[in-house]
């Protein structure tokens, strides 16, 4: 078959920040299939240097404004393991919580707000109020609901402001944490549970296409993991999370101000699917429930399954913060002071899952507690190479369809991976030089 | 049954994106309780970031982000031209924010830094305010920015009125809140020289206010100095600290 195509799409809507999609065809041959991120890089590394302990997650937490929690829960961890900081129960419990209201919210923004518009053949979300008010509300209240838990537990849902370096400047109260837990209860769970009808009715519309890849997450053995654990490859196992670089290995390309990443294949995914294909058994039954209405099956190898992944996990969120809450209610809340006295310094190393996927920040500090180097690779990065070759392969395979449809296809491949563009190109390596080990 | 009121005239609003976190948009989609009233006042007829539309012209466009490429400058340019009002959403957009802290180091050390011998492929500039290449009509702190200021800016512009600036120290509302003072705890807090407007939010939390909203007009030095020195504080810390969000404006502040 002798066919042309070219695809240009310019800063592609409805993701965060700045990427373009280029597919080259002629006479048959795909000369050219990527993403281009063309955001403007921010050059975080470098504002880092010099930074106390105290000011390392403020500044992080700028790289994105959307996965604000996790990188700052990723910088405190890394800066707590540099400097040799234990966190006490309460603090890591109240972590979890934290990081199950974000994910819940950034789920439920990408599910309704930026993938069902797709779904319903709409340009965006606002015609869909007059038409689907009652969906629209309910996605209103569960982002709400979601919010509330990182405003009261972490000050500020965007930019959190009490978690620190060895816990929290202020403790929420027993009656906040019911009041939150009343919520999820008597709305978080119904609301789930209607999303999950809603995604089912629409479900149709995602695209069937396979491609087997590497799944990259976090694994633990007690619980889902998203707040700790080691890394895990569906392809090499189980590595140290120290280890990172031997999984991320990074490399700059021509066409994108974010580094892609690679390690046993050409590419690796991370995210909510990857997630999912790795420790699905450990999810709430809720959860489990949802993934088999949706039909998600363990093994998932269609991309387009990500934003399904990301309606499961909201279900496992919801569930598990009522836990939570439960836990630190039969603790009873301590009105504790964070943990600011270093026992070492050094080289330290913090992994989460984030919403997007797997991060990793790595800081050096020297005696004075003032960071040396710092390196952060992010989720949307390391996803890059992995949606080239998604594309690589779906467009042989759906060069039939019109050139609109085409490119619709390729912008929902896009999308699917809630990607995170004004992330991926916020941090790159600085290189560590090692004199200030005690 | 009511029946249905005439069609208002909408005002045209627009959101853009320069280099930033994107935090101060998703600020205001987490307006959920106010969203669907908003949207009654005005149209969006532009935000990359939710819808596919573009348009050609704008009542008020509002822009989050600093300038930091070429291709910004081209840009903010284009849009000034479309928009009868220009709103500087959050740090980045106001004062340049997080972003000018790369501006401290030589532009072509932080790009090796960070590319390596590929550092030619991206262009860079020095992180600047919007005010820097435009007019800029209202500025709404923060970040992320005040979604309270936010709220007045926007109530007002819609009803044709012009939004209230504010200019006291973050002191005065952590006093009127009856917050510890965080000096007191051995903090080096940056609250009695930063533009207030956010309700104190940070040291009602526990932390320290980082000067994220930028100075207040004339910032009284002396003062700040005497305090950090009445507890025994070093000054290199709160300069150290002042950068983090005023390093476009005030790198010199405490020189
Ligand atoms: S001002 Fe802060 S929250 Fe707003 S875009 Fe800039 S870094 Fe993000
Ligand atoms: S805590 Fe900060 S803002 Fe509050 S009174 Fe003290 S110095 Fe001012
Ligand atoms: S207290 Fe200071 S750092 Fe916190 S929001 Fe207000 S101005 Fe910004």
Redesign the interface.
């Known amino acids: 078959m002798s066919k042309n195509l070219d695809i240009n799409v310019h800063h592609l809507t409805r993701v965060e920040g700045h990427g373009n999609i280029v597919v080259n065809m002629k006479e048959g041959r795909l000369e050219k299939a990527e993403l281009q991120i063309v955001e403007a890089p921010r050059y975080f590394e470098a504002m880092l240097k010099g930074r106390s302990f105290h000011d390392a997650a403020i500044i992080t937490s700028r790289i994105c404004g959307i996965c604000s929690l996790g990188h700052q829960m990723t910088s405190l961890k890394a800066t707590e393991d540099a400097l040799g900081l234990e966190l006490s129960e309460q603090t890591i419990l109240l972590r979890k919580l934290l990081v199950n209201g974000a994910t819940l919210q950034s789920n439920v923004l990408h599910v309704y707000f930026l993938v069902a518009p797709d779904l319903l053949n709409a340009p965006s979300v606002f015609p869909l109020i007059p038409t689907h008010t009652d969906v629209i509300l309910r996605a209103l209240r569960m982002k709400r609901l979601a919010n509330d838990i990182g405003d009261i537990v972490s000050g500020r849902a965007v930019h959190p402001i009490t978690p620190v370096p060895g816990g929290f400047t202020k403790i929420p109260s027993v009656g906040e944490l019911k009041e939150i837990r009343r919520r999820l209860v008597e709305e978080g769970i119904p609301d789930v549970l209607e999303t999950v009808k809603t995604v089912k009715a629409l479900a149709g519309g995602i695209p069937n296409f396979v491609r087997e890849t590497e799944y990259i997450s976090l694994k633990d053995k007690n619980e889902y993991a998203l707040y700790e654990g080691d890394i895990y490859s569906s392809d090499t196992g189980i590595t140290d999370v120290h280890d990172y670089r031997s999984i991320t290995n990074e490399f700059v390309v021509p066409h994108s101000t974010s580094k892609h990443a690679k390690n046993a294949r050409s590419s690796y995914m991370v995210g909510a699917l990857a997630r999912w294909n790795n420790n699905y058994s450990q999810l709430t039954d809720t959860a489990l429930k949802a993934a088999e209405e949706l039909g998600l099956k363990p093994d998932c190898y269609n991309p387009y399954m990500n934003s399904v992944a990301q309606v499961v996990e909201c279900a496992h969120c919801a569930e598990d913060s009522i836990k939570i809450i439960d836990q630190l209610l039969e603790m009873g809340l301590k009105d504790e002071k964070p943990n600011q006295t270093p026992t070492k310094y050094g080289k330290g190393t913090g992994s989460n899952e984030v919403p997007r996927g797997i991060l990793f920040h790595e800081y050096e500090y020297d005696r004075r507690g003032n960071i040396v180097a710092a390196n952060c690779i992010i989720p949307t990065g390391q996803n890059l190479a992995n949606i080239d070759d998604d594309m690589k392969k779906l467009v042989p395979e759906i060069i039939g369809k019109s050139k609109a449809d085409i490119t619709k296809h390729l912008e929902m491949l896009v999308r699917a991976y809630d990607p995170c563009i004004s992330c991926s190109v916020h941090l790159l390596n600085v290189d560590f030089i090692d004199d200030t080990e005690s | 049954m009511t029946t249905q009121t005439a069609p208002k005239t909408k005002i045209k609003i627009a959101y853009f994106d ?10 205001k ?2 307006l ?2 106010h ?2 009233d908003l ?1 009654e006042h005005v149209e ?1 007829v532009e ?7 573009k348009a050609d012209s704008y009542d008020v466009a509002f822009i989050e982000g600093s300038i ?2 070429p ?2 400058v081209e840009r903010i340019h284009d849009i000034r031209r479309r928009a009868k009002i220009l709103v500087a959403l959050g740090s980045c957009a106001s004062i340049g ?3 000018a ?2 501006n401290l ?1 030589p532009i072509e ?3 090796e ?4 011998e ?1 550092k030619y ?2 262009p ?1 500039l020095p ?1 600047m305010p919007l005010s820097a290449i435009v007019k800029v009509d209202y500025e709404i702190h923060g ?2 920015m005040s979604i309270p200021e936010f709220l007045q800016v926007f109530k007002a512009l819609a009803m044709g009125k012009a939004p209230i600036k504010p200019d006291s120290p973050v002191c005065v509302e952590c006093k009127l809140r009856e917050n510890e003072c965080l000096f007191d705890r051995g903090m080096v807090c940056l609250g009695p020289i930063t533009r207030s407007g956010c309700d104190a ?2 040291p009602s ?3 320290f206010c ?1 000067g994220c909203r930028g100075l207040v007009p004339n910032p009284n030095k002396n003062a700040m100095l005497d305090i950090l020195t009445d507890h025994g504080l070093s000054l290199q ?1 709160a300069e ?2 002042l950068l ?1 969000f005023n390093s476009y404006q005030h790198p010199d502040t405490f020189k």
């Open positions: 320069f280099t930033s976190c994107e935090g101060c948009q998703l600020n989609l987490n959920e309780n969203i669907l949207l969006i935000f990359r970031e939710a819808m596919d539309d930091s490429t291709t910004c924010g997080i972003n802290m790369k180091q050390d932080v790009r830094i960070v590319y390596g590929d492929l991206f860079t992180a970040c992320p939010i940070c939390f526990g932390q980082t810390e150290k600290r983090l």
